[in-house]
């Protein structure tokens, strides 16, 4: 029998609890001891005492309640690093990413993949700017960090043991949830698209201000040192050509552009996030 944790953060989502749960009952697999485990963070609702008892009722429901400052992605990372399972999926409850997938990701575990990325490739109520933004975004990340997200635009994701046990060593991993193997991790990965349908049990949490902040944390968490450094000197270099000739608004833009990226870059790295998640209360099984 091999075990997969359904890894979901959960805040203020107490009317969608149930529907989510009932779904995921109903999934049947050969082998496989499906479990949810829920990641409580901060709701000022009902979820919490929803979750103390519905984990009394159900045995294959789990829940963690934590204090947690750094948002959704750190409490999924935090998940990760708690599970013991053979494999886990990373996922949202509101209906955003389809639960008929997951017997597709659990069929291509099963044939071999380490990693089973589901890929949204249509969003019906995306905003206008969300989908320029999705767009400049990815191109961004590309040129200037150097990984094509362009297949991980969604946290919905399966990783088997081998994959997560390898993803959670770097814990700035925790700031994006993207991954990035490299070729010697042997790390076979599939891809599962699939067409978003209309949120089912809510509304989008994320506004322009919260989508920015975010963009910028997974860029900077994801860039490496060598691009690091090759972005400050090739800043300095078109400064230092700026001042010799004698242009000297872009050679004062090129000497802050380095400023404004060595303070998020540096920041980033300062202190583990996980250290300063706090468990408030956990299930009692």
Same mark, same amino acid.
């Given at each position: ?21 009932? $779904?995921?009952? !109903? ?27 519905? /984990? ?7 829940? *963690? /309640? ?17 599970? !013991? ?22 069929? %291509? ?7 089973? $990325?589901?890929? #949204?490739?249509?969003?019906? $109520?995306?905003? !206008?700017? &969300?989908?320029?933004? /999705? ?11 150097? +990984? ?8 919905? #994701? =399966? ?5 997560? %046990?390898?993803?959670?060593e770097n814990f700035l991993s925790?700031? /994006? ?6 070729? @010697? ?28 902040? =975010?963009s910028v944390k997974v860029a900077?968490?994801?860039? @490496?040192?060598? &691009? ?8 300095? @270099? ?8 004698? *242009? ?7 000497? =802050?552009?380095? +400023? ?6 540096? @920041? ?18």
């Open positions: 029998m091999k075990t997969i944790d359904i890894l979901v953060a959960v805040r203020n989502e107490s009317e969608n609890i149930r529907k989510f749960t009932d $779904q995921i009952s !109903k999934i049947r697999i050969d082998g496989i001891e499906i479990s949810i485990v829920f990641l409580e963070d901060g709701s000022n609702d009902d979820t919490l005492n929803f979750l103390r008892v519905l /984990s009394k009722e159900l045995k294959f429901v789990k829940y *963690y /309640s934590l204090k947690n400052d750094f948002g959704q992605y750190f409490a999924l990372f935090f998940g990760i690093n708690m599970s !013991k399972a053979d494999a886990i999926i990373t996922m949202d409850v509101d209906g955003g990413h389809p639960i008929y997938i997951i017997k597709e990701m659990i069929s %291509e575990y099963l044939n071999g993949y380490n990693v089973v $990325q589901g890929h #949204r490739v249509q969003y019906k $109520q995306k905003e !206008k700017y &969300r989908a320029i933004a /999705s767009y400049l975004y990815n191109l961004f990340f590309l040129l200037f960090i150097g +990984v094509n997200i362009v297949k991980q635009n969604s946290i919905f #994701r =399966l990783m088997d043991r081998i994959a997560y %046990e390898k993803f959670k925790g700031y /994006s949830l993207k991954t990035n193997f490299n070729n @010697s991790d042997n790390i076979k990965t599939s891809y599962l698209s699939y067409d978003t349908p209309e949120r089912e049990f809510g509304v989008s949490k994320y506004n322009f201000i919260r989508l920015a902040g =975010l900077f968490s994801q860039l @490496s040192k060598i &691009r690091f450094i090759l972005l400050i000197l090739f800043s300095l @270099s078109i400064g230092w050509l700026s001042i010799n000739h004698n *242009y000297y608004f872009i050679s004062v833009l090129s000497f =802050l552009i380095p +400023v404004l990226i060595i303070v998020p870059y540096l @920041s980033l790295r300062k202190i583990n996030p996980l250290s300063r998640i706090k468990i408030l209360e956990i299930d009692e099984k």
